[in-house]
């Protein structure tokens, strides 16, 4: 585990610096970031509750999510030749309080995408719930991403959102 | 606008705009028994269609992705990155199901040459076509044999149709039906995909899945799973399909060559005793031929 990341105890700056991480393609280090049973949800209709019932564009969970990362460094990830540059957006940030340890982090989140001659945007509603890690630092137990146009087509998501 | 004739088989309903011409099951031929296998497999006989939908794009024309689902030569190497990175995925790692059953399939894309080259493709009129499965991991396909969740789905489908009915209709192994073409679908793994052409270059795909009612919830949840591996726009597996389409789709809008060779196995085809050609092998592109042959028809209005 990462210990930078697993002491950032401050919710606002935990979100700030996993979107970092992403944009600068520190994919170990934002794996850190994630608890030991954790899920990446990103659902392809509005308002969706389980990702069991219903077609999502990325569910996976914990052992899925290392299996996503590992593919990045695979020189035959042909939907990231080349690979992609992004900047994230997250914006109007709110802390949810939970019972017990856990928080949820609510935020406006947009990805800016750009690859092979083509700008994407990725836009929606994103809840992050977090755990307290050992060392006082928040670890992702959820983060689910909500796109305004998610059930809309999509063209292939090859980044991580 | 009115449609002229619909028709449904095994309740998919099909809708023509031709006011004449074949009926639904002269066009479908011997597709219709995909659609057996689709519906024969539930335990109450009936599907339901459930889990929503999802929908994705590629810059490509609609036909690449006809000729790619029953193209078994691609997968070890457009799909080498998600093979590799779900091998050395250790099994020790928490999963919910969902990602257990992705992994599984990334896994089974990577099989070796002569399970591909084994398999059967079979072709019929109008452009028609499906494949033999390659699931060698049984698992993958429907859990485990004495898995307590398979257990009692072959427990529901046998009080239905009787023992030896039951495995007849879990021994069918078939993996994608094309029905050229704008359909492609999954019996084995109830998955299926509308092909929707939105201009010369771009194709959008809507996909379902279906809930077999009497069978365990947890068979649902897979075919859901299964669903965003195969079909899922941030799949580790779609992701390079529809890059590759695009790719294609580069180097047709060039001027770098005349012809595609659509050769592979030309000459080796033969009639199968059901009245359809089958490839001489399984990597064989008579689906491809034969997609082309029905193009050829309805373009220049050949009977
Ligand atoms: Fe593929």
Known sequence: ?161 | MRVPRVAQYRGFWFASLAAEGPSLEEFLGPMTTSFDDMVDRSPSGTLEVAGGFSKHVYRGNWKLVLENHNDTLHPRFVHASSVAAAREQSDAVPTDGAGAVQIRQMRQNGAPAQVWEELGIWTSEWGHSFMGDYHTDKAAVALAEDDPVQVEYRRALAARVGEARAAEILAVSRFNTVVYPNLSFMSRFRQLRIIVPLAVDRTMLVTHTFRMPGAPERMFHDSIAFANVVNGTGSLVLTDDLETYERVQRGLESQGGEWVDAARGLGADAPDPSGMLRGATGTSEVHIRNQFAAWARWMTGAA
Request: net charge neutral; glycine share 6%.
């Open chain 1, 1 to 161: 585990m990462d210990a930078a990341a697993a002491t950032i105890a401050d919710p606002f700056a935990f979100v700030l610096h996993e979107c970092d991480l992403l944009d600068r393609w520190r994919l170990q280090e934002w794996l850190s970031l994630w608890a030991e049973e954790c899920s990446y949800w990103v659902p392809a209709l509005p308002g969706q509750e389980s990702p069991h019932d219903a077609l999502s564009h990325i569910y996976d969970d914990r052992r899925l999510l290392e299996t996503r990362v590992r593919r990045f460094a695979h020189a035959m990830f042909h939907a990231q030749k080349p690979p992609s540059r992004t900047v994230r957006f997250a914006t109007n940030l709110r802390v949810v309080e939970q019972p017990g340890a856990a928080l949820s982090v609510l935020c406006s989140l947009q990805v800016a995408e750009f690859r092979n001659g083509l700008h994407r945007s990725y836009l929606g509603h994103c809840r992050y719930d977090l755990l307290r890690g050992g060392a006082g630092g928040l670890l992702i137990r959820r983060k689910r991403f909500e796109l305004i146009d998610c059930d809309a087509p999509q063209e292939g998501i090859s980044i991580i959102l």
